[in-house]
């Protein structure tokens, strides 16, 4: 059974950090992009970064290139979120995902339960 499992939320005040962190078991994910999404009270969810599991790309939503970097550990199959210079627009659930497109369409996707970051002005 496939789990992700996030880490590292709370709250924080603006231009602080955060290190989100997704711990991924049940299976092997090296042909995965795995990502973070979040999702703030009223409004959809939408992507934050992804990186594919080998890590040769990495991809952002350009409200967050040059404050976010994420990252992966396959040693510990984790895949992390540094989150600098937040903003309390940042303030969101925060989703770890992992996806697989199949090869005759439709994709195996899989979520975290998320974790809660706050930032404070």
């Known amino acids: 059974q496939v789990h992700l499992v996030e880490s590292g939320g709370g709250l924080v005040q603006a231009g602080g950090s955060l290190r989100l962190s997704c711990a991924a078991s049940?299976?092997?994910?090296?042909?995965?992009?795995m990502g973070w999404f979040r999702q703030a009270p009223g409004k959809e969810r939408d992507f934050v970064a992804a990186i594919v599991w080998t890590g040769s790309s990495t991809y952002y939503a350009d409200s967050r290139k040059g404050r976010f970097t994420i990252s992966r550990d396959v040693a510990k199959n984790t895949v992390s979120l540094q989150m600098n210079n937040l903003k309390p627009e940042d303030t969101a659930v925060y989703y770890c995902?992992?996806?697989?497109?199949?090869?005759?369409?439709?994709?195996?996707?899989?979520w975290g339960q998320g974790t809660q970051v706050t930032v404070s002005s």
């Open positions: 995902n992992a996806r697989l497109i199949l090869p005759l369409g439709g994709t195996d996707e899989y």
């Open positions: 049940g299976r092997t994910f090296s042909s995965y992009t």
